[in-house]
């Protein structure tokens, strides 16, 4: 009896350290059909309530540890939808910047640790990369305005010759106010000035 009492302790001791190290019980032989018979005999009944706290006991173990794992595989899964979710709304993000600032790639971005407080932060991506990058882009804008007016002042004077005469600054006015007292030198200068474009008010 007492030798069944010890497989039993040895049998439900094993069978813990299996639930703590996942693994197996092995190495012992299945006891004979004699030895089944006198365990389950013991267990259903001197022993009835301590083997079924210590199976009641292992089982609660084994469940609380399903639970456990349950809760982590769903907070994963719940942190991957929220990581491809965000994937898609910076690959978005990315196209939108990347049509005002075709530099701009989200990576080597999110490698500037100041860009990525700023992101985290909740700052858009576009204004972050202003912000990070505002020096250059400043030079960028600079360039680009002193060669717009440098192109629209080449404009201004290869066409200087070709505006009509009240553009030029040299207006002429006409001093008489009564047509009729106008020579003929005087009417032909003024046809060639309206061919020219120039209003005549009298």
């Known amino acids: 009896m007492k030798q069944l009492w010890m497989d039993w302790q040895t049998f439900a001791e094993a069978a813990e350290a299996g639930q ?34 210590r199976v009641q006991k292992i089982l609660d173990g084994r469940l609380r540890g399903l639970r456990q794992e349950n809760a982590r595989l769903r907070q994963e899964v719940q942190a991957r939808r929220e990581s491809q979710a965000g994937a898609v709304l910076r690959l978005q993000e990315e196209g939108r910047i990347r ?10 971005e999110m490698a500037s640790p100041r860009f990525g407080r700023l992101v985290t932060a909740g700052v858009d991506g576009r204004t972050a990369y202003e912000i990070v990058h505002r020096q250059e882009l400043l030079k960028v804008a600079m ?21 009509a005469a009240e553009n030029r600054g040299d207006s002429r006015s006409v001093t008489r106010s009564d047509p009729r007292g106008l020579t003929s030198r005087e009417l032909a200068d003024i046809r060639k000035r309206v061919q020219d474009g120039e209003k005549i008010r009298f």
């Open 20 to 53: 703590e190290t996942g693994g197996e019980t092995g190495g012992q032989a299945a006891p004979d059909a004699g030895e089944q018979e006198a365990f389950s005999a013991l267990i259903r009944g001197q022993y009835k309530e301590q083997f079924d706290a």
């Open 99 to 108: 049509q005002v600032y075709p530099d701009f790639d989200w990576r080597r």
């Open 143 to 163: 360039g680009y305005a002193a060669a717009q007016a440098r192109s629209q002042m080449a404009r201004s004077i290869a066409s200087g010759g070709g505006r």
